[in-house]
C-alpha cells in the first residue's frame, strides 16, 4: 500500500503526449465555470434522518479516507470535530465553501457531492462510550483468501466523499481532512472511480475492471430501506443508521487475460456482452440455478460467484456500493463497498460462503478490510453523531 499524504496524495505525474486539445473555449461557460446543462450545480441534501451517500445512486468518484483519532480526542473534542464536519458537509454539498475554505472558488461545482461519515471503534473507545458499540462492530473475522495490508485496514473515523466530479471530491477531502487536522490523522486513503455521467445511458450498470457487469442482482435501499437502514424508530441512537464494510480486493488482471470468454462468463454465471444469466437472454432475467446443461451439470456452475452470493435467506442481503481503483499497472481492484444494517447477519454469511468456494477467488485478493457504524444523519440543527455522543 502507500503511505496517507505522502504516496497516496502525492502520486506520480504522468504526461500524456499527443493529445488533442480540447476546445474548451467552444463551451459557454458561466462564473462558476459550470458548463450550460449545470449537472456540476446538481446538488444532494445534507440534512435528514439519514446519511447522504448510502441510498445515493453511486456518483461517478469517490474518495474514502480513514483518520486515526489523535491522542487526547475524547468526547468533548469529537463533538467539536463533528460540528466542523456537519457545517463543512453541508456548505460544501450545497455548492458552498467550507467556513475556513482556502480555495472558495472550487466549492462551486458540487456535481451530487456527498459527504458520509463513519465510526470505528476506537470512536466509542475515545469517548468513553464502549457500551454503547453496535456488537458487530469489531474487525472481520479473518477469511482464507484475506492478505490483510495495514496500510490498507482500519480505522478510527471514515470519510466516504462522493461526487459526479473529481475536482469537488479532491476540494471536499481536502476542506474536511485539513480541518480535522488536530482531532485525527489520515491513516489510509482510496480512491476509485465508476463511469463519468453522461457517458452511459441512465441506468446503465457500470462495469467493473475485470469487464464485468457489476450490480445487477443489488437490492433497491428505496425499496427494502430495513436492509441497509436501522428503522428511524429503533430505540437507541443507531436509529437512522447503518454500518459500511470497506474491502479492497485486487485484481490479477494478467491472470484473467488467460481465461478465454465462455471461462471468464463461467466464473460469475453471466454473460459479459450484456450481464445477462447464462440462464437468461437479459440483463435483469432471474438467474435459473437449477438449469442443467447436457452434461447434466449446471449451466451457472455450482462454484460460479453468482450461485456462491446469492442466498434464500432474505436477511442475508445488503447494499453494494462498490467502485473500481487503478493505482498504476499491477494494482488495480475494486473498492468493494457494502451499507446493511447488520455486518454479522447480512454480510459476513456471505463473505464466509465465498471464501469458501468461489471461482472468482482465483483472481481477487483482499489487500484491505474496514468497517465502520454510520451514525443517522443530522436534522435541522443537529450534528452529525449528536444522537450517540450528547
Ligand atoms: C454479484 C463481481 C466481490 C457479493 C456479482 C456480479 C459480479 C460481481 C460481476 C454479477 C452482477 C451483479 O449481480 O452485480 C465481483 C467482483 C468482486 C466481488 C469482481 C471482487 C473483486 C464480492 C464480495 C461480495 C460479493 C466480496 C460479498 C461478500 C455479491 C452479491 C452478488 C454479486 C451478493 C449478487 C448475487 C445475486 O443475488 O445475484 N459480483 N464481486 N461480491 N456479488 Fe460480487
Known sequence: GATFLGGALGGAAVTLGGTAARSAADTPRDAAGTAPDHAGRATVPFRGPRQPGVGTTPQGFATLVALDLVRGTDREALIRLMRIWTDDAERLMAGR?????TEPELA????????TVGYGPGVFAAADLAGRTPPWLRPLPSFGMDRLEDAWSGGDLLLQVCADDPVAVSHAVRVLVKQARTFAV?????????????????????????????????????????????????AGWLAGGTSVVVRRIAMDLDGWDEVDRAGRENVIGRRLADGAPLTGNREHDEPDLEATGPNGFGVIDFAAHIRRSRTDDPAERFLRRPYGYDDGPGDTGLLFVSYQADVDRQFVPVQRRLDELDLLNEWTTPVGSAIFAVPPGAGPGEYLGQALLE
Do not use: C, K, Y
Open 97 to 101: 465553501p467550507g467556513l475556513t475554505d
Open 108 to 115: 462551486a461545482v458540487p456535481a451530487r457531492l456527498t459527504v
Open 186 to 234: 489520515g491513516r489510509w486513503l482510496q480512491r476509485g472511480f465508476r463511469n463519468s455521467p453522461g457517458t452511459t445511458a441512465p441506468g446503465t450498470t457500470w462495469r467493473n475492471p475485470m469487464g464485468q457487469v457489476d450490480g445487477t442482482g443489488n437490492i433497491d435501499p428505496a425499496t427494502e430501506p430495513h436492509l441497509v437502514w436501522h428503522a428511524d424508530d429503533t
